[in-house]
């Protein structure tokens, strides 16, 4: 399974000026905040399972930066330690919304538009 990042970078043709312009894009949007969710919660997922304290710790200090976005974490309680299964719920939402919203409104941006045209007419 692809994740966000690579998902990105092959909808932006792996192109490194397009993916700081979509970085700059984000920023100027409040879009940053899912890109750091998903890494949050793909860090929690990397993480050796051999320390049950230090992934609880990792938990709720996802919990604790992100918890307030409802549209990532519904449970309202600040001392909630979400569960593996939530965190998954979480990366798909948060995953969706990038590719589903923030990577087409880039794309359709006319300076997007433009700097393709000018890379096809390099191409040509």
């Given amino acids: 399974e692809k994740d966000v990042l690579t998902v990105m970078l092959h909808m932006l043709d792996g192109d490194s000026t397009e993916v700081y312009h979509f970085k700059k894009f984000l920023q100027r949007n409040n879009g940053m905040t899912d890109v750091v969710a ?3 919660v793909e860090t929690y997922f990397t993480m050796p399972r051999d320390s049950a ?3 609880n710790s990792r938990a709720k200090a996802i919990y604790r930066v ?3 976005n409802k549209a990532f974490f519904p449970v309202g ?4 330690r979400p569960t593996t299964p939530e965190f998954m719920e979480a990366q798909t939402r948060i995953e969706t919304k990038i590719v589903s919203e923030w990577i087409p409104q880039f794309t ?6 433009m700097r393709q045209e000018k890379k096809m007419k390099a191409i040509a």
Avoid: I, R, T, V
Wanted: a negative charge; glycine letters at 6%; aromatic letters at 10%.
């Fill in 38 to 40: 998903w890494a949050d």
């Fill in 53 to 55: 304290l230090a992934l």
């Fill in 66 to 68: 992100h918890g307030s």
């Fill in 77 to 80: 309680d600040e001392n909630h």
């Fill in 108 to 113: 359709e941006q006319a300076s997007y538009k």
